[in-house]
């Protein structure tokens, strides 16, 4: 510590629930976590290395504590030898990887496997499956050990039919899966859902993937934070890179409480990415609010009425979709779209949609009481995909992020994956390694004009037409 006693972590700045990234210059500094169902049961968040004190110097710099630079830090050392240190804006794991649904689904960006084939044909989409298995795999010994103790719900992942004619989608989608890639789908109808999964009252159907479990995020953040710590990587919170400058080969990164000099900077800031952070990085994602609400504890007869024997992850067929899932302690939670700009996010509006739309599902549950309601900022890329790569090959400066809210299994890959670029190891030839996220270009100042209008769009399409 520069003077030898305070510590810059002290007092924490408060949550801005109004913080907007599109507007704001950055994800502030020291602030507290957002109020979720994750942080508040938790436990308390583990031990860190604290505020950067004074200059120093790091083999790897990963920029971002959520999911993504904690695995990305964790395959770094055991993996590479190399010895990273993290930098955080806030609170470990302060951005989506502490405020999302916790539902690990075998995808990573918003594209179905119908979608890939017509965009990179059969054979790029099959070696899309085949990446995306094997991260699910490694999703799945990571919270099967006991350092990452975070309650997982296996039981594969629900997609259920909003409406009657979303039905022949669905079941051309599960075709898709099973006759191209092998995959073991199932189509189950409303009277099945209802007689052994779960009384959707909206539902005409579902498709049914094996692979699906839900966690409690915060614990597997936590976890993370823990692995990560042992192996040797430094995690210093309430740092914010506040510049960069490039010089001779490296990278100066100032924050608060001193610069950090660094060959190589992994930068793992998805939705929470400041718009100067860096040019590579600059307008390359569309940060969308997504919300989520937690009601209290379910009585036995809301649970009979709502016929829920299930726990892994349930999202509907919406555009805009709902995710939802039954808490281990009985308690539901919801999530979906929310508010365009930040200045809106309390807006009740947003709430009150996202009661609606449990209603619909579970009328025995209108108007029950919330513990929890919070937000937080998706990164959605303009290609729906994400990216883990190095953009430019004469600066060691690499990437991941883009994954449109389907974060919470891909990421402990797509650590895996840059950390192998850092090292130099090939990986696959798959378009989300090969080619940079791609810029919003001339659209940019427009993008929430167009946002507003695609979600009257998804709204009459999803609802009405
Ligand atoms: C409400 C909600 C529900 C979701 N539900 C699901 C779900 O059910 N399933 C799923 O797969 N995905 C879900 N997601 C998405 C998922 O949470 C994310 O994809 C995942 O957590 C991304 O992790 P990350 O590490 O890439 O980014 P984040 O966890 O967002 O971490 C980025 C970090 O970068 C830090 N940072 C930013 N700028 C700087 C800087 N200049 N200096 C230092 N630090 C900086 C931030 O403070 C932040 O902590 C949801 C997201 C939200 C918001």
């Known amino acids: 510590m520069p003077d ?179 995959y073991g789908a199932k189509i189950l109808s409303r009277e099945e859902l209802h007689a052994e999964h779960v009384k959707d009252q909206e539902a005409a159907g579902a498709l049914w993937e094996p692979d699906g479990t839900c966690i409690h995020a915060a614990k597997l953040a936590f976890g993370y934070v823990r692995m990560a710590r042992r192996l040797g990587a430094r995690i210093h919170t309430a740092s914010p890179v506040m510049g960069w400058r490039e010089q001779g080969g490296w990278h100066y990164l100032r924050t608060p409480g001193g610069t950090v000099k660094t060959r190589t900077v992994a930068v793992a800031t998805a939705g929470y990415t400041p718009v100067g952070l860096h040019k590579r990085t600059k307008h390359r994602l569309m940060p969308i609010l997504s919300n989520s609400m937690v009601t209290r504890v379910l009585t036995p007869s809301e649970l009979e009425a709502c016929g829920i024997q299930v726990t892994s992850p349930l999202t509907d067929t919406r555009t805009l979709r709902h995710y939802y899932r039954l808490l281990p302690d009985n308690r539901m939670q919801i999530g979906s779209r929310s508010a365009v700009t930040g200045r809106d996010a309390e807006n009740d509006k947003h709430l009150a949609l996202l009661r609606r739309g449990l209603a619909r599902k579970f009328p025995a549950l209108e108007g029950i009481g919330l513990d929890y309601s919070w937000w937080g900022w998706v990164d959605v890329s303009h290609d729906m995909m994400p990216r883990i790569c190095q953009p430019d090959r004469e600066s060691r400066i690499f990437y991941a992020m883009g994954y449109g809210g389907n974060g919470v299994m891909y990421s402990a890959q797509a650590g895996r994956r840059m950390a192998q670029q850092i090292a130099g190891e090939k990986t696959p030839v798959l378009p989300i390694f090969n080619s940079p996220l791609p810029s919003h270009g001339l659209l940019t100042p427009f993008r929430r004009l167009g946002q507003r209008m695609a979600y009257g769009w998804y709204y009459l399409k999803d609802e009405i037409i």
Not at 47 to 74: F, H, K, N, Q, R
Not at 108 to 129: E, N, P
């Open 4 to 182: 030898g006693s305070i510590p810059l972590c002290w007092p924490k700045a408060s949550y801005d629930p109004k913080y907007d990234p599109i507007v704001d210059a950055g994800p502030g500094h020291n602030r507290d976590f957002a109020p979720t169902y994750w942080v508040g049961t938790a436990g308390p968040a583990p031990e860190d290395d604290g505020p950067i004190t004074a200059d120093c110097e790091a083999d790897v710099v990963v920029i971002g504590s959520g999911y993504t630079g904690l695995s990305t830090a964790i395959h770094l050392a055991k993996d590479h030898g190399l010895q990273p240190l993290v930098l955080e804006a806030n609170s470990v794991a302060w951005g989506c990887s502490t405020r999302n649904g916790g539902q690990a689904q075998i995808s990573s960006g918003r594209l179905k496997r119908s979608q890939w084939i017509k965009r990179w044909g059969v054979d790029v989409a099959r070696a899309m499956h085949d990446e995306v298995t094997e991260a699910f795999r490694l999703f799945e010994d990571l919270i099967a050990s006991e350092e990452i103790d975070c309650d997982p719900q296996p039981g594969g992942h629900y997609y259920i039919a909003h409406r009657d004619k979303v039905m022949a989608g669905l079941r051309r989608e599960c075709e898709v899966l099973n006759q191209t890639f092998g």
